[in-house]
């Protein structure tokens, strides 16, 4: 499920592309969709664009609240 800061939307991908990406993100252990994430920022770098750093992902339970 997308988070609901992250904007979806569908990619098609020639089936052997997407095979490497599998292989890649699996070598790095990342889902493919982070792999994605991963190399596009690269590519947007080495073009001299930058981004702001993504958040990173909440793990765990949330704090309570009312004690």
């Given amino acids: 499920m997308a988070s609901p800061d ?4 569908a990619l098609r991908l020639d089936p052997a592309l997407y ?6 993100a699996a070598a790095d252990l ?3 969709n ?9 590519a947007l770098a ?3 664009i930058k981004v702001k750093p993504a ?4 793990r765990g339970r949330p704090p309570k609240d009312g004690d």
């Avoid at 095979?19 to 890649?24: F, G, K, N």
């Avoid at 982070?34 to 690269?42: C, F, N, S």
């Fill in 30 to 32: 990342r889902s493919v």
């Fill in 6 to 9: 992250k904007k979806a939307f």
């Fill in 46 to 48: 080495r073009r001299g």
């Fill in 19 to 24: 095979v490497a990406l599998e292989r890649t």
């Fill in 34 to 42: 982070a792999e994605v994430e991963v190399l596009l920022r690269e």
């Fill in 55 to 58: 958040e990173p992902a909440r």
